[in-house]
Each structure stands twice: as C-alpha cells, then as structure tokens.
C-alpha cells in the first residue's frame, strides 16, 4: 500500500500531544485522589478462586461466606462455574478449611486456589515493579544513547513512559484492578514501543546521512519521509499484536484478564506514539541543536 501524497505528521502530533496531555492530567488527578485499584498481589490479604462443577448464585454462596466468620465482607464475583472471593483479611488455615468445607456442601466436586499475601510482601512486590519499570527505562537510555544519540535516546524514553503512564491512567479513571499481571503487561508494552520507535529512529538517522538538511522546514520533510518509509510496518506490527491481545481479552480466562486488557489499551496508545510522540519530539530537540536553525517555519 503506496501513498501518492506525503502526510505531515509533525503537524498532526499537535492533536495527539493535547489528548495525551488532557489524559495525563486526569490520569494524575485521579491517582492523587484515589490512586489505584490493587489487588491482593499488591495489598495484605487472601484471595479465593473456586472453580465449580455447576454455576451458583450469591444467595446460594451466602451461608459459606458466614461460615468462614471473616470480620469484614469479601468482595465477590461469580462466573461461569467460577466464584473469586477477596478478602482484605489474611485467611488463616483454619478458616480456610472452613470455607472449602461449607461451599463443598454446595458443590463437593469444587476445587480451590488461595493466595494470600502479607503486608511486607505486598511492599515489597509494588517496590519491585517500580525498580523493574526504571531500570528498564536506564537500559533503554543506555542502549539508544550508544547506538544513536541522547536526542533519540530522550524522545524514545518519553515515548515508552508515555504507552505505561496511559495505562496506567486508564486502569485508575476506570477503577480496574491492578494485579502482578499488569506489571507484566506494563513492561511488554515497554518493550514494544520501543521496538517500533528504534525502527523509526534508525529510518531517520539513515536518512539524515544521504540528506543535506539546512533548515528546520528539511528536518520536518526528513521526518514525514522517515516515518511515512516505516508506516505500514508498523501499522501491520501493531494490528498483528493487537488481534492477538483482543481475543486473549475475549477468550482467556480470568487469571489474564487484566494483562490481555492492560495489553490491549497500551498497544492502542503504543500503535502512536512512536509517530506523533517520539518522532516530532526528536525534531525539536533537533531544532534547538547548535548552530541554531534561522527562521524556523511553524511546524
């Protein structure tokens, strides 16, 4: 697929820096003021998945849950054959024993899976996930710093925190739950996008040495050609990917849930960033390299 007419990217990242400036926003505000929705990976307590031989409803559930005694209700979804039970509470053996026993009274072929994570475990695991997420980030500047520049490098890494940030915005706006699997998700997301946008970067840098660029407005064409020389690749990177990750989402089953969906939205946000984001970016780092350019036009 050939375009006849060349596309200005550099203009259009305009529209993108707004909508992903305004969700950043909200993104912040929302976690200033509710933060995220962790699961029990990430908060003290114990978290119960029964799978059933038959489907159940909550009033048939209610006498197990009594049983159990817990101090504070636990929160409750019921699938498909398949109840998850959170508790905010550690569960002890004893009351766990006492849970499988009452719902066995319903179904006695269900079969359980408890995890139950401390309060020094769960720190110790959020910890964890932020030092994987910079140190990634440290290898990335490392690495696009050597190979091509620190412009490169710098455009590249607000690219990839841009694709986590916004997922992360999505997931606390909407309130969805932010397990071990997410974090996962998080840093696939990182690698791809800084997959796509080393693609660019190296149709750019290729470009700058067979070109002779004297002012901005031959930066901004070497761009446009760059990124219009590496678009369908992308595109049909990012499609193959993202089908992959949607019918994991539809089809897969609870466990990956929110990776397929942390997946889905961040390749969504990734399938542009490295066009309207890192791209433009480097141009105006570029811009502002000595000796300045004169009269830049207005991109």
Known sequence: MRFKKEIDFVHLSKYFYIFSIALTVAGLIFLAIFGLNYSVDFKAGSNVDVALSKSITLEQLQPALKE???EHEPTVTIGDKRVNIRYDQELTDAKSET??????KIDDKASFEINTVDTEMAKELARNAIYSVLLASIGIIIYVSIRFEWRFALAAIVA???DAFMVVAVFSIFRLEVDITFIIAVLTIIGYSINDTIVIFDRIRENLRFGKQKSYEDLKHLVNKSVMQTLMRS?????TVFIAAFFLLI???ES???FSLAMVIGLLFGAYSSIFIASPLWLLLKKRQ???VKNPAKA
């Open 235 to 239: 595109l049909y990177t990012a499609l």
């Open 251 to 253: 089809m897969g089953g």
């Open 160 to 162: 990839l925190l841009h």
């Open 290 to 292: 000595k000796p300045a």
């Open 99 to 104: 849970l499988k026993m009452a719902i066995n």
């Open 68 to 70: 159990a005694g817990m």
């Open 256 to 258: 990956i849930r929110m």
